[in-house]
């Protein structure tokens, strides 16, 4: 009888199953081989018993298929999400944020409940993809418990935080602004900023931390609103932050004082795209292309040889060291310190700048590590070339030494070549 019942497999087989009586499922629970017991977990005209007897199952094979049963009883669903094995807890993490929504006020009350207490859980869950799939989950939910929420935008992990600071309804504006002042994890900030309808107060505070990512993001969302004094303080940051000048350029409703300011620092095409995307009239036109050329002409001119050409040159020559990026920093030719990352780290040049705009510390102080830099220079890579904020930065152990372990740092510099 159990061969017959249990020969199938794949989904095909699931739809042809025939009916099980209690007493035959049972006897599989008990009994059966690692195959039997699996398909038995699958099945949703089980007795809840018996798929919570499944649930203590030793193979963590059975236990999975438990966990993504939409049948299994609540008080299984709060037992697996304890489970020792990850991939059942990222199994019930994901059936749980899709089960949460179902829940109407008018379900048992231990039902309820119990999922809300699972949920507690894998929200604290010590494996950061298990929060990042319950975060994943819950991002656009009405009904999720607003503390739940808060905490998983405060995770310290980005990929965990980045999906409810973009999406989550439940967070109101000064969630939102008590987040940004407690600090939000690296790398997560713009998310806030690429919200819909982003408030000038929350716009206030994300300019405050000159977060670069972030307030690049800001500027290229058309719905957030940003006050006028707020855009010249961007401004005032902005001429060496490249990342910024396009997204200032398209910002809508640009002062005529504020499309001057920005002509004097951003390259003379995005002076053309000011000038066509928001209707400046003849007069003020030529005048900042006249100012745009006066500026072209009295850049300093270069050696002979481009900066490309002379870093290549000393790296060759092994003179491209510590010392050297040191001098550049002292001299402030940032150019110089970004191609000096790339030839030191062997990194190629465009994962070089994904790290320095990724807004995480912890990137850019593994790359200046693979470059063989000081910490001293690495902080200043931190400071002058990604522009972190200061509470963002990572400062030396013991005051010489890397804060991270090379484990760690390697791990980053992985992430990004991936």
């Known amino acids: 009888m159990l061969r017959r019942i249990f020969s199938g497999k794949g989904k095909a ?3 042809k199953r025939e009916p099980i009586s209690y007493d035959e499922s049972r006897e599989v629970a008990h009994h059966g081989d690692l195959a039997a017991r699996r398909e038995l977990a699958q099945r949703e005209d089980v007795r809840p018993e018996v798929l919570y007897y499944l649930a203590e199952d030793g193979a963590p094979e059975v236990r999975r298929e438990i966990a993504a049963n939409a049948k299994t009883p609540a008080q299984a669903n709060l037992l697996l999400a304890s489970d020792e094995h990850d991939e059942v807890r990222l199994d019930i993490a994901r059936k749980i944020g899709r089960l949460l929504p179902q829940l109407t006020e008018n379900e048992k009350s231990r039902v309820r409940e119990l999922t809300l207490e699972a949920l507690e859980i894998l929200a604290q869950d010590q494996l950061p993809k298990v929060r990042a799939i319950l975060a994943e989950e819950l991002k656009h939910s009405v009904k999720a418990p607003h503390h739940i929420v808060v905490r998983l935008a405060k995770d310290v992990e980005a990929i965990v935080a980045t999906p409810i600071l973009e999406y989550s309804p439940l967070l109101s504006d000064d969630d939102l602004l008590e987040i940004i002042a407690s600090g939000v994890a690296a790398g997560a900030l713009p998310a806030v900023a690429r919200r819909e309808n982003v408030v000038a ?4 505070a994300i300019v405050a931390t000159m977060d670069v990512p972030a307030v690049a993001a800001l500027l290229a969302n058309p719905s957030a609103q940003i006050r006028e004094e707020t855009l010249d303080q961007i401004i005032d940051n902005g001429a060496d932050i490249t990342t910024w000048h396009e997204p200032l350029v398209m910002r809508p409703e640009l002062s ?5 300011r920005i002509a004097t620092f951003v390259a003379r095409s995005l002076v053309e795209t000011l000038v066509k995307t928001h209707n400046i009239d003849a007069e003020t036109e030529a005048e900042l292309k006249l100012a745009v050329e006066n500026r072209i002409r009295k850049a300093p001119v270069d050696s002979e040889n481009s900066p490309a050409e002379d870093i290549e040159k000393l790296f060759k020559e092994g003179r491209l ?8 920093f002292d001299r402030g030719d940032k150019a110089f310190v970004i191609a000096a990352l790339h030839y030191l780290s062997g990194v190629p040049k465009a994962t070089v700048q994904r790290i320095i705009g990724s807004g995480s510390a912890a990137a850019v102080t593994a790359l200046s590590w693979r470059a063989g830099l000081s910490m001293r220079n690495a902080i200043q890579v931190q400071r002058q070339i990604a522009k972190l904020p200061p509470s963002s930065v990572l400062n030396a152990r013991n005051g010489v030494d890397y804060p991270l372990s ?6 980053q510099l992985e992430i990004f070549a991936a």
């Open 13 to 15: 087989a699931k739809a």
């Open 201 to 204: 107060t929350v716009s206030d």
């Open 256 to 260: 005529v004082r504020a499309i001057r």
């Open 321 to 328: 060291d510590d010392q050297a990026v040191g001098a550049a």
């Open 406 to 411: 090379e484990d760690d740092m390697t791990s």
